[in-house]
Structure formats: structure tokens, C-alpha cells
């Protein structure tokens, strides 16, 4: 199914809820390369999304249950920087190659307890359960 409309803007009934709540860049960035991604991959939707996201990550971080511009575009993690499947974990949306004063402000402002005494690393992983917590409360589970 595409996501996006005639007009090239995102059918929001289409997108995962994150991109619901987020900005129309992030939600264009997101439906066009699916839909492109769909066309070249034969109609494999699971690695459609998987590109989407990749493409969104390049450009947003996940801030809590949303996704917000990055300051600087690039690859958000080790596994983006080498591409495709690897067998690294993603920082799933966490910025993880932004400073570390960068993502002690996000953790800041998702009320991240004893954030001060973090490494970059814990800093990452309680930004990515945050985010994950207020994901499934925006989605009410």
C-alpha cells in the first residue's frame, strides 16, 4: 500500500504511529522512500520499512514518542555507518553518534533519572527505553 498521497504528502493512516506524531518532513522522508523501496525490493514490505527507517534516521532522532530534525544529517549509529543488515544492534532512533551533551539534554528532557553519572552508552540505551516507554504510553498499552 503507499504512503504517500497524489500530491507527494504522506497518508497518515499509513504511517506507524512514532511518525504520526512527528513533523511532515520526517513523515515525507519516511513514506517516499518506502514507497520507493517497495517498487525496487518487489513488493517485500518488511524491507521497504526497514529502509524507510533507515532513510528517517539519516535526518531525525526518535525524541520520546516522536520524531524531531536532526541537527546535523548522517548515520545515527555503527550499524548505519556500515549499512545494510549487519550483526550490530541499532540504537533504535537514539542519535548515538550525537555528543554526549546532546543526549544528556534528551535525557533531560525525558526525565532520565541519574543521567548526570552516564556514560555515552548508558546515555543511549535510557534514551532508547525512554523513548520505547513513552512510546507505548502514547500508543495507550
Known amino acids: 500500500m503507499p504512503k504517500t498521497n497524489r500530491d507527494g504528502s504522506a497518508k497518515k493512516s499509513e504511517l506507524p504511529s512514532t511518525l504520526e506524531r512527528s ?70 532512533g537514539v542519535d548515538a553518534n550525537a555528543t554526549k551533551e546532546h543526549l544528556l539534554d534528551l535525557a533531560k528532557r525525558l526525565d532520565v533519572k541519574g543521567r548526570s553519572r552516564m556514560t555515552k552508552a548508558e546515555l543511549v540505551e535510557a534514551l532508547q527505553k525512554a523513548n520505547d516507554k513513552a512510546t507505548r504510553e502514547a500508543r495507550g498499552n
Open 23 to 92: 513533523g511532515e518532513k520526517a513523515q515525507r522522508t519516511y513514506a517516499h522512500t518506502y514507497d520507493s523501496a517497495i517498487e525496487s525490493y518487489d513488493g517485500d514490505e518488511e524491507r521497504a520499512q526497514r529502509t524507510a527507517f533507515a532513510s528517517l534516521k539519516h535526518t531525525h532522532e526518535k525524541v520520546g514518542d516522536h520524531w524531531e530534525p536532526k541537527d546535523e544529517p548522517g548515520p545515527s549509529d555503527e550499524r548505519a555507518e556500515q549499512g545494510g543488515r549487519g550483526s550490530q544492534p541499532t540504537a533504535g
